[in-house]
């Protein structure tokens, strides 16, 4: 179904994640956020309390990455982080999963390390970053069944910063393997509006993109994320 901008707006985690993201280019997404009716904007943990504040009063939420962009943390410092971002103003978390946990077959300590994040997330929603670009499809699956059986809120394609990302297969993929009431978000390279239409028709619900504006607008955005 053809989404209205307005309904396409409420769709989409307005991100900015870069290093070297500054004070001005923040307060601009949140802006655009405010003016456009984003979901949310995604910004690194320590941009959350600028963001949070340039956002009050407001219904946009802050979402804030964790244990970004390889996933390669300690679970304690991942589920720390996560808390510190809660109590900082985050609306949600994304983190990475651990993947070389996930190559390795290690699913109970993939599992275990979900779950600590979980944990420090409370009722907060908790999306998990599957990072598809550097994974097969059987274990696309697992992570996904993991992620399933936890009930977090999300599973999520991509960081942005890994081996390609969001594809039509694997939001495909990720949906039928959480099933039709778990959150499904595509990110990475969702740059224009048919691209984010195709996005929600193949399963996805959110839609993690630096070209918000750009997709709502009906114009293409960069490649920056």
């Excluded at 900082?88 to 993947?99: C, K, Q, R, T, W």
């Excluded at 390390?113 to 697992?142: F, S």
């Excluded at 939001?171 to 959480?178: A, G, I, K, Q, T």
Aim: charged letters at 20%.
């Amino acid at each position: 179904m053809q989404l209205e901008p307005g309904e396409l707006a409420k769709t989409i985690d307005h991100t900015l994640l870069a290093a070297d993201a500054r004070r001005a280019q923040i307060d601009r997404l949140c802006q655009e956020a405010r003016t456009h009716g984003f979901y949310s904007v995604c910004v690194n943990s320590a941009q959350v309390p600028h963001a949070a504040a340039q956002l009050a009063g407001s219904a946009v939420k802050v979402c804030a990455v964790v244990g970004f962009p390889l996933g390669a943390g300690l679970s304690a410092a991942k589920a720390f982080e996560a808390e510190q971002a809660i109590a900082a103003g985050a609306g949600e978390i994304d983190m990475v999963l651990n993947l070389g946990w996930l190559k390795d077959g290690l699913l109970e300590e993939v599992s275990a390390d979900i779950a600590a994040v979980q944990a420090a997330c409370g009722a907060v929603p908790l999306k998990v970053i599957l990072e598809t670009g550097l994974l097969d499809d059987e274990q696309k699956r697992q992570a996904c069944r993991i992620c399933r059986d936890l009930g977090v809120a999300f599973v999520k394609t991509s960081t942005g910063f890994g081996h390609g990302g969001a594809t039509l297969d694997d939001v495909r993929l990720m949906r039928e393997e959480v099933g039709p009431e778990m959150g499904v978000k595509a990110s990475g390279g969702v740059r224009d509006r048919a691209t984010a239409q195709a996005m929600l028709d193949a399963g996805a619900t959110r839609l993690g993109t630096s070209s918000g504006v750009a997709i709502v607008s009906g114009g293409e955005g960069g490649a920056g994320y």
